[in-house]
C-alpha cells in the first residue's frame, strides 16, 4: 500500500516535469523514469509479464530512440 | 489499492493530454503521447486487479487450487501487445518529426504555418 | 527550445481537463448500478475463468500440478497469448512490421561519421553482446514457465545488435535481417496450416500429453515465442541500421 502510493506519487511528479520543463534532453531522461516506476507499478498489480515488457522496451529502446532522434534534430545548433 | 493505480493511471493520462494540448515542440508532444499511452496500459491492468490477488502462474498444486485469487490475465495479455505497438508507432512518428525538422529547419509545430503567411 | 504559449490557453487546457478527469474518474469509480471496478470480483464472473481452469474445449476438465491439461504452459499469460488468443498476436506482429516498413520509407538517408568508440567499450563489445544474446535466449525458452517470453526477448536480443551498431561492428547485414524476417513471418503461418490439417482448426496446440511444469511442455508454445522473438529482435534491429545508414 505505501509503496505504491510512493511509486504513483513519483509517476505524476515525473510526468508533471516532463512537460513542463524546457530542456529537450532532460524530458527524455524523467520520461524514462516515469516508465520505469510504471514497470514497478505493474509488478504490485501483479503482472511481472507486463513489467519485464515495459522495463525492456517502454524504458530502453523507446528512450534510445528518443535520443537518437534528438541527436539528429540539435545536431547543427550545439556543436560540442 | 484498486483506487491508487486506476486515481495515478488517470492522472498520468490527463497530464499527457495537457502535454499534447499545450506544447509547441514536436518531440515534446511524442513524449506526451507515450505518457498518454503508458497510463492506459496501466489503467486496462488495473481494471483486472482484485484485492490481495496472486500472479496468473502455476508454480505448485496450492496455486491451482487457488485458481479463484488470480488476477485477470486476459488484461495483462493485450497490453503486452500493446506496449510492442507503442513502441511502432512512436519510431514512426520520431522518423516524421525528423523529416519534419528537414524540410522546415525548425521543430516548432509554428514553422509550417509561418511558411504559409499565417501565425498563430 | 522555448514554448512560447500564452498563459490563458494554458489555464483553458487545465480546467478543461480536470473537469473532465474528474467525471471519468467518479464514473470509473462510484456510481451505475451494475458490477463496479472496486468491488470484489472474483474471475468466475469473467471470461478468464475459462482460460484459468483451461476448459474451454472441454468444459468439465480439471487438471493437477504435474499431469496434463488442454495445453500445459504454468504461465496463464502465455497460454492466453501465444494459444488461447494467437490470432491478436500474428496480426499485431504483421501491425509492427508495417510500422517499421513506414519508417524506413520516411526516414531521410544522410551520411552520418559514426565516433570512433572508447578502448574499453571495443573490448567489451563482444562480452556484451554475448551476455544479451544469452539473456534474451532464457527469456523466450522459459516463457512458459515463468515471467518473460518472445516480446521483451525480440528487444533484449535486438539490444545485442544495438551495442554492436554502436561500436562499428559488424555483425549482421540488413539483408539478412530481412531474410530471417520473412523465414519466421512465413513458419509462423504455416505451423498454422500444419495445425489446421492436424486438428481442424487453425493455430491449435497438436502436441499433447506435456506435464505441467516440465521445460518441455506448453506444446507448440515455446516455438511461436521463439519465432515471435526472433522477428521482433530483426524488427527492432532494422530501426537502428536506419539511424546508422552510412
Known amino acids: 500500500m505505501f509503496l505504491s502510493v510512493i511509486i504513483a506519487v513519483i509517476m505524476i511528479f515525473g510526468a508533471m516535469w516532463t512537460i513542463v520543463t524546457e530542456d529537450l534532453f532532460k524530458a527524455i531522461v524523467i520520461f524514462a523514469i516515469v516508465s520505469l516506476s510504471s514497470s514497478i507499478m505493474f509488478l504490485l498489480m501483479q503482472a511481472p509479464d507486463v513489467a519485464i515488457t515495459e522495463a525492456a522496451i517502454g524504458s530502453g529502446i523507446t528512450t534510445g530512440l528518443f535520443i537518437f532522434t534528438y541527436k539528429k534534430v540539435e545536431e547543427e545548433k550545439d556543436e560540442r | ?75 495483462q495479455a493485450i497490453v503486452l501487445t500493446s506496449i510492442v505497438i507503442g513502441l511502432g508507432t512512436t519510431a514512426f512518428a520520431l522518423a516524421l518529426a525528423i523529416r519534419y525538422k528537414i524540410t522546415h529547419n525548425s521543430i516548432s509545430i509554428n514553422a509550417s504555418e509561418e511558411e504559409e503567411g499565417r501565425g498563430i | 527550445m522555448k514554448d512560447e504559449t500564452s498563459v490563458l490557453v494554458n489555464i483553458i487546457a487545465f480546467l478543461i481537463l480536470f473537469v473532465i478527469g474528474i467525471y471519468i474518474y467518479s464514473v470509473a469509480i462510484d456510481t451505475g448500478a451494475g458490477i463496479k471496478i472496486t ?97 534474451g535466449g532464457y527469456t523466450f525458452i522459459n516463457g512458459h514457465l515463468s515471467p518473460g517470453g518472445g516480446f521483451p526477448a525480440g528487444a533484449i536480443i535486438s539490444t545485442a545488435i544495438l551495442t554492436g551498431v554502436l561500436t562499428g561492428r559488424r555483425t549482421i547485414s540488413q539483408k539478412s535481417l530481412k531474410i530471417i524476417e520473412a523465414i519466421t513471418g512465413i513458419s509462423i503461418f504455416s505451423i498454422g496450416i500444419i495445425s489446421y490439417f492436424l486438428t481442424g482448426s487453425f493455430f491449435q496446440n497438436f502436441i499433447l500429453n506435456d506435464k505441467i511444469g516440465d521445460l518441455f511442455s506448453g506444446g507448440l508454445i515455446p516455438i511461436f515465442y521463439g519465432l515471435i522473438a526472433f522477428k521482433v529482435a530483426a524488427e527492432l534491429s532494422n530501426i537502428y541500421f536506419e539511424f546508422y545508414e552510412e
Open chain 2, 1 to 75: 489499492m484498486t483506487q491508487v493505480f486506476i486515481l495515478s493511471s488517470l492522472s498520468l493520462m490527463f497530464i499527457g493530454l495537457y502535454g499534447v494540448l499545450t506544447r509547441k515542440n514536436l518531440l515534446k508532444i511524442i513524449i506526451a503521447l507515450n505518457i498518454i499511452e503508458t497510463g492506459i496500459n496501466l489503467l486496462l491492468v488495473s481494471f483486472g486487479y482484485i484485492d490481495h490477488g496472486i500472479t496468473p502462474i502455476l508454480t505448485s498444486q496450492e496455486s491451482i487450487l487457488n485458481l479463484n485469487k488470480m488476477v485477470d490475465p486476459v488484461p
Open chain 3, 39 to 135: 468491488d470484489n470480483i472474483t474471475p468466475t464472473m469473467r471470461v478468464a475463468d475459462k482460460y484459468l481452469n483451461k476448459n474451454v474445449l472441454d468444459d468439465n476438465s480439471t487438471y493437477q500440478w504435474g499431469g496434463t491439461a488442454e495445453d500445459t504452459a504454468a504461465n496463464i499469460v502465455t497460454s492466453v497469448v501465444v494459444d488461447y488468443r494467437l490470432f491478436d498476436t500474428t496480426l499485431e506482429v504483421i501491425v509492427l512490421f508495417i510500422t517499421i516498413l513506414g519508417f524506413g520509407f520516411v526516414i531521410p538517408k544522410d551520411k552520418r561519421k559514426i565516433i570512433k568508440p572508447t578502448t574499453i567499450l571495443n573490448r567489451w563489445a563482444p562480452i556484451l553482446m554475448l551476455l544479451m544474446l544469452m539473456i
